[in-house]
């Protein structure tokens, strides 16, 4: 046999006659025979050697914690599939949420981290219905939302479904926010979107000229007033519900006494489809009249008069040139601003243009007093000085934030 031998094989064992194996010589000793069985002919693979390895099931692939055995490609499709179960699934609209079994209907095992007021597969519709304004949640397919096809929205700390058609309608014929006024009627104003939730009603829809809400007791019940919210259901509102601005849009209410709602063609700057807390700057008209004696014929040009609401706080730049003298110390010209003050007195800086050289100088404050239409006194800065005159044509500036 030695022919069939081969030599310095080290992976050769002990002979073993009670076995079929091939004899070798050793290479320890080359008078002693051993052989060779053929587990011993390919070493086990290992990730510097290459050799034999054993199989994975399926199971072992999506368990993945073996680290001897090879993957087959339908143990690995097996864990694909595994993995891809607790995820949300990739359709576009997110419809499968309800039926998923990991995040269920109420997205509280496994929550969407969205910040407060943002809409999930959901987007704001406002529409002229030709007899008032609608304004509703709408899915991003622009569908009512459904069972099915649910809208998500979180309301302070909880995310909130949306299952069913959701909208608030006003219709013409009111001074909705005092909107129709004569500082605002047929000018465009930016109303801010608002979802909230009590646990009677479920999730509410309004809408209101105020960004500074959080809570139901931030608004007023009155229709006229700008702090008004129209909303969908208030039966059992309390005061503690949370509010979340959603978005903002445009829309117009004419003047009394048809106060008739139209809305522009909607665009990215007119309708905002996230939380926002500041209208644009916006044009009103200031009304201007005159308390006191010399200056009852007081109708000044408005050069320009703008405004912006930012949460809490209203800003207002004023250019006026006066029509008629007003002698010092004589009457108070009252400004009106398009929202109320939410304080009494108060003091503003202004200035004033000399219309005869140009001249811009810094004559003292105007007195304020807190109402829808903001009474503004020309008063000295000295409380010893008297007043100053004002000559026609100048020109008066007013650049101010108050809280409102």
């Given at each position: 046999?030695?022919?069939?031998?081969?030599?310095?094989?080290?992976?050769?064992?002990?002979?073993?006659?009670?076995?079929?194996?091939?004899?070798?010589?050793?290479?320890?000793?080359?008078?002693?025979?051993?052989?060779?069985?053929?587990?011993?002919?390919?070493?086990?693979?290992?990730?510097?050697?290459?050799?034999?390895?054993?199989?994975?099931?399926?199971?072992?692939?999506?368990?993945?914690?073996?680290?001897?055995?090879?993957?087959?490609?339908?143990?690995?499709?097996?864990?694909?599939?595994?993995?891809?179960?607790?995820?949300?699934?990739?359709?576009?609209?997110?419809?499968?949420?309800?039926?998923?079994?990991?995040?269920?209907?109420?997205?509280?095992?496994?929550?969407?981290?969205?910040?407060?007021?943002?809409?999930?597969?959901?987007?704001?519709?406002?529409?002229?219905?030709?007899?008032?304004?609608?304004?509703?949640?709408?899915?991003?397919?622009?569908?009512?939302?459904?069972?099915?096809?649910?809208?998500?929205?979180?309301?302070?700390?909880?995310?909130?479904?949306?299952?069913?058609?959701?909208?608030?309608?006003?219709?013409?014929?009111?001074?909705?926010?005092?909107?129709?006024?004569?500082?605002?009627?047929?000018?465009?104003?930016?109303?801010?979107?608002?979802?909230?939730?009590?646990?009677?009603?479920?999730?509410?829809?309004?809408?209101?000229?105020?960004?500074?809400?959080?809570?139901?007791?931030?608004?007023?019940?009155?229709?006229?007033?700008?702090?008004?919210?129209?909303?969908?259901?208030?039966?059992?509102?309390?005061?503690?519900?949370?509010?979340?601005?959603i978005g903002?849009?445009?829309?117009?209410?004419?003047?009394?006494?048809?106060?008739?709602?139209?809305?522009?063609?909607?665009?990215?700057?007119?309708?905002?489809?996230?939380?926002?807390?500041?209208?644009?700057?916006?044009?009103?008209?200031?009304?201007c009249a005159?308390?006191?004696?010399?200056?009852?014929?007081?109708?000044?040009?408005?050069?320009?008069?703008?405004?912006?609401?930012?949460?809490?706080?209203?800003?207002?730049?004023?250019?006026?040139?006066?029509?008629?003298?007003?002698?010092?110390?004589?009457?108070?010209?009252?400004?009106?601003?398009?929202?109320?003050?939410?304080?009494?007195?108060?003091?503003?800086?202004?200035?004033?243009?000399?219309?005869?050289?140009?001249?811009?100088?810094?004559?003292?404050?105007?007195?304020?007093?807190?109402?829808?239409?903001?009474?503004?006194?020309?008063?000295?800065?000295?409380?010893?000085?008297?007043?100053?005159?004002?000559?026609?044509?100048?020109?008066?500036w007013i650049?101010?934030?108050?809280?409102?």
């Amino acid at each position: 046999m030695s022919d069939k031998l081969t030599q310095n094989l080290t992976e050769a064992t002990v002979v073993d006659t009670a076995n079929d194996r091939v004899p070798i010589y050793s290479a320890a000793s080359a008078s002693e025979l051993r052989c060779m069985k053929p587990d011993n002919l390919i070493p086990d693979a290992s990730t510097t050697v290459k050799g034999k390895v054993e199989l994975a099931t399926s199971a072992e692939t999506i368990t993945g914690t073996d680290t001897v055995r090879a993957v087959t490609p339908a143990g690995a499709a097996a864990a694909i599939a595994a993995s891809v179960a607790n995820y949300q699934p990739l359709d576009s609209d997110l419809t499968a949420f309800s039926s998923h079994p990991t995040y269920i209907t109420t997205l509280n095992i496994n929550p969407l981290f969205a910040p407060q007021g943002f809409l999930i597969n959901g987007k704001i519709s406002v529409t002229d219905t030709g007899s008032g304004i609608t304004v509703a949640i709408k899915t991003l397919a622009g569908t009512d939302p459904s069972s099915s096809d649910p809208v998500y929205c979180r309301i302070g700390d909880t995310v909130r479904t949306i299952s069913a058609a959701l909208s608030v309608t006003k219709a013409d014929g009111t001074n909705w926010c005092n909107a129709g006024s004569a500082e605002l009627a047929t000018k465009e104003i930016d109303y801010f979107v608002y979802i909230g939730y009590n646990a009677t009603d479920g999730v509410v829809i309004g809408f209101s000229r105020y960004p500074g809400a959080n809570s139901y007791d931030d608004f007023s019940a009155t229709t006229t007033n700008e702090k008004y919210c129209a909303i969908s259901t208030i039966t059992t509102a309390s005061a503690t519900d949370y509010y979340e601005v959603i978005g903002r849009f445009a829309a117009t209410l004419s003047a009394g006494a048809g106060y008739t709602w139209s809305v522009p063609t909607y665009t990215a700057k007119n309708l905002i489809q996230r939380p926002i807390y500041e209208t644009r700057w916006l044009s009103f008209v200031p009304v201007c009249a005159y308390s006191g004696g010399g200056g009852s014929n007081l109708t000044p040009t408005n050069n320009r008069a703008t405004y912006r609401i930012t949460s809490t706080d209203l800003s207002v730049n004023v250019d006026q040139s006066m029509n008629v003298a007003l002698s010092a110390g004589t009457g108070s010209p009252v400004l009106s601003f398009p929202f109320t003050v939410a304080y009494g007195t108060t003091r503003l800086p202004i200035t004033l243009q000399d219309a005869s050289d140009g001249s811009r100088y810094f004559p003292g404050w105007l007195g304020a007093g807190g109402k829808p239409s903001m009474d503004f006194a020309f008063d000295s800065q000295d409380a010893a000085a008297a007043a100053p005159a004002v000559a026609a044509a100048d020109r008066i500036w007013i650049h101010t934030t108050l809280e409102i």
